[in-house]
């Protein structure tokens, strides 16, 4: 029972992480409609900057993580301008190859200005808290903390304020949104700032708790992807549940399949669900294209 | 008009360095540098590189070996099979090497391996996979560096002298990171003990939380790891804030002073290293080191696979030397074991061989790396360090020889 637990805090946590990319990925997916392959090394391009901003001295480890979403934000605005605000009427494979092109050239210019040796943030080690063989890390409870906000923080922005509705209604339908008044320039501007600082943000976390190397985002974003197919592409909530979801499955699956295999499982998690729903979770049908 | 005759100039030029290579051939051996300089063998490529240069310059120094000079092409693996394919097919088709040396990690090895045999070209490695030496059907490949499998059994060794009784063990999935714990398990199990728990991971995963409560649910006193730096950095956190006590013994290419870097003294103190140790005391070595030292500014001892590289060269221009001039690769290739194992007259350098084989004397080369006596799957088989980490530094405690491999 007590390892039951752990490994149930374990998936969750796992699962969090996984669904800030995952959430960047299916709100892109929504409304510019292709897979945005650079959102991994837009993690990576987070965890470097929190990583550079920390050795050049900046005092209080919050504000490098302030920096690396400002820095990530700027970055995936500045690949929207340039290249996928270029490609918005050429077929969605030219924004793919260009999106997997762009991550490439991320992950290399990083791995030429900060090497391939692995780093970690200087951060205080601590002690987990133990309530009876169920360990709490503190550093795991601030990951999830940190998370939840982000996460309710953009879909508060998504939910309640106008621009955010505005968005939706692109997202619903852009023909109409441009009818009924909704200028799309500012809200892509937006969109993607968002999307960069939740990538910057997953990068931060996940590097907080593994390692940082130039391949730390590239790694993440199939299980992003797949819980952005499991959650239904384009459905904020969706990513959010699926990444939770096949976090806890795939650690749960431990005991009785091993480690090697977990992996395997949180897929299996995922076509079971695509066969009783085909448009994911909290997707329908007609509203994938 | 002035850039259409640069370009005629370069053209003739490249015709003239394309042509240059099928004049030369008769009178020298290409050797192909193929090392990690890149990824994760970064810390060890270039400094294995340099030794392979290193060697080549003494060679030469001494007249050639077998009537040639002795030619390097660098390349990188980047530590990627897929990159390391492509670097020796262009080794092997447009270098015309006839030798690929100096590969690190068993992937790569295993990668380059089936281009080398279908090539007939000599290969020379320090990887430790088991499977290397299975998959070397035609005798072409040589190992510098000891097996996963003696890995393992150095673990079981220690485990005992420290009275260990209940070891587990975490492996990377994959043919190196296996071969330690296998080659433990082999070993400890034969002695009459017991293997409480053990787990094999994936790579690249955020967290080995749940892979690490596996096999501490099982109460070890020891766990014996066959990990690479960056997991071994995120399971060794977790497993330091879990509050656990176990010790650990892991092979040196994990717990290495970039380990300490990465989680403070505090984390890994008390962890116990293990890794094959260079001959320290044998003029070979002396040599070497002295070389390596101006060359680098770095003594020998801070890398390991560097002495192993250059005996390659050594080794392989005393069988050279030994086959005589106009020796096909083949002819080389049967002359290697000759020249390093016993019996013979030992030898510590290159000239030393090349007189005493000018006067139709047996030798026995002693290298910088090991004694070098290749079995029959042509593997070498050098002696391990014990070390452990007191307040951040790795200080050796004792030398372990395992007998060399029988049976199998």
Known sequence: MVGFFNLLINGLIEGLIIALPALSLTLVMGINRFPNASAGDTMTFGAYAALGLQYAGVAFFSFAVMGSLIAGALLSWLCYRLVFQRLSRAPMVASLIAAIGIGFMIRSVIGLVAGHDLHTFSLPLVRAWNFDGIRVLPTDLAIAGVALALLILVFCWLKLSPSGRQLRAIADNPDLAKLSGIRPQRLMGMLWLLSGALCASGGVLLGMKAVVMPELGWEMLLPAFAAMILGGIGQPLGAVVGAVLMGIAQELSIPIVGPSYKIAVAFVVMLLVLMVRPGGLFGHVEKVR | MHSSRLILTATAMAAAMCAAPGLAQA??????????????????????????????????????????????????????????????????????????????????????????????????????????????????????????????????????????????????????????????????????????????????????????????????????????????????????????????????????????????????????????????????????????????????????????????????????????????????????????????????????????????????????????????????????????????????????????????
Do not use: C, H
Request: net charge neutral; aromatic share 8%.
């Open chain 2, 27 to 408: 009178q020298e051996f290409r050797i192909g540098a193929l090392n990690p300089v890149t990824g994760a063998g970064s810390p060890y490529g270039p400094g294995m590189q340099k030794a392979i240069l290193l060697a080549v310059d003494e060679v030469n120094a001494a007249g050639g070996a077998g009537g040639r000079k002795l030619v390097v092409f660098t390349e990188d693996t980047q530590t990627q099979p897929q990159a390391a394919v492509l670097a020796a097919k262009k080794l092997i088709e447009v270098n015309k090497v006839q030798a690929i040396l100096g590969t690190w990690s068993s992937g790569v090895t295993l990668a380059v391996m089936p281009l080398t045999d279908a090539a007939g070209l000599i290969q020379m490695n320090v990887s430790g996979a088991p499977a290397i030496s299975v998959e070397d059907k035609k005798d072409l490949v040589w190992r510098f560096q000891a097996t996963n499998d003696r890995f393992g059994q150095a673990f079981a060794e220690i485990a005992k002298k420290r009275n260990f009784t209940r070891p587990g063990t975490m492996a990377f999935n994959n043919a190196s990171g296996r071969g330690n714990t296998d080659g433990f398990t082999k070993a400890w199990t034969a002695g009459g003990g017991k293997v409480v728990g053990s787990v094999v991971y994936e790579p690249n995963r955020p967290s080995y939380r749940s892979e690490l409560q596996q096999v501490l649910g099982e109460k070890p006193d020891v766990i014996v790891t066959g990990s690479y730096l960056p997991d071994t950095t995120i399971f060794l956190r977790e497993w330091y804030q879990s509050g656990e006590k176990n010790k650990w013994i892991m092979p040196g290419w994990a717990a290495n002073p970039e380990l300490i870097k990465a989680l403070g003294p505090e984390v890994t103190e008390g962890l116990i290293s293990v890794d094959t140790v260079s001959s320290e005391t044998a003029p070979s070595y002396k040599n070497f080191d002295a070389a390596y030292l101006k060359a680098t500014g770095k003594p020998a001892s801070s890398n390991v696979y560097a002495a192993m590289t250059y005996d390659m060269v050594i080794s392989l221009a005393l069988a050279m030397e030994a086959a005589g001039p106009n020796a096909n690769v083949e002819q080389i290739n049967s002359k290697i074991r000759d020249v390093s194992n016993a019996p013979g007259t030992k030898v510590y350098s290159f000239a030393e061989g090349k007189s005493l084989l000018g006067r139709k004397q047996k030798i026995d080369y002693d290298g910088a790396s090991s004694k070098l006596d290749f079995d029959k799957f042509g593997d070498a088989s050098p002696d391990f360090g014990v070390y452990v980490i007191e307040k951040g530094q790795l200080v050796r405690k004792e030398m372990i020889s395992l007998k060399p491999a029988s049976g199998n």
